[in-house]
């Protein structure tokens, strides 16, 4: 049976930081914005893996291939594409609802690439 409209529950930031921010973690904060807005700001700890790039048929990075993954990116958008593309090559994937923006005004901290204080572009 295939089921054509599959509704994965979302987390909402405070859950993803808690799935990811434990020690180890429960899983990966994958971020699937582009290379600019990595650049900006994202989460401290997180994985980058442009939404474009795993469309393409990129691999994922092989720090978080066979762990589940925490998917976000600026507003919820392109996560949600990304957790159905990941969760259909068999990945454990859910995603951000709010993405980033929700991250920031969280206050949850966000870096740039040199680890200074980053924005949400």
Same mark, same amino acid.
């Given at each position: 049976?295939?089921?054509?409209?599959?509704? *994965?529950?979302?987390?909402?930031?405070? @859950?993803?930081? *808690?799935? *990811?921010?434990?020690?180890?973690?429960?899983? %990966?904060?994958? #971020? %699937?914005?582009?290379?600019?807005?990595?650049?900006?700001?994202?989460?401290? #700890?997180?994985?980058?893996?442009?939404?474009?790039?795993?469309?393409?048929?990129? &691999?994922?990075?092989?720090?978080?291939? /066979?762990?589940?993954?925490?998917?976000?990116?600026? &507003? /919820?958008?392109?996560? =949600? =594409?990304?957790?159905?593309?990941?969760?259909? =090559?068999?990945? #454990?994937? %859910?995603? %951000? @609802?709010? /993405?980033?923006?929700?991250?920031?005004?969280?206050?949850?901290?966000?870096?740039? @690439?040199? /680890?200074?204080?980053? &924005?949400?572009?």
């Amino acid at each position: 049976m295939f089921l054509v409209n599959r509704k *994965t529950p979302r987390l909402t930031v405070a @859950e993803a930081r *808690t799935r *990811t921010g434990g020690d180890p973690p429960e899983a %990966v904060l994958l #971020d %699937v914005r582009e290379k600019p807005e990595w650049r900006a700001g994202h989460a401290p #700890d997180a994985v980058h893996a442009p939404m474009t790039a795993l469309a393409a048929g990129a &691999s994922l990075p092989a720090a978080v291939r /066979g762990r589940a993954l925490v998917v976000i990116c600026r &507003s /919820g958008h392109r996560s =949600q =594409q990304a957790e159905r593309l990941l969760a259909g =090559q068999g990945a #454990d994937a %859910v995603d %951000v @609802e709010g /993405g980033m923006n929700a991250w920031a005004a969280a206050g949850y901290p966000v870096v740039d @690439e040199r /680890g200074n204080s980053g &924005s949400i572009a």
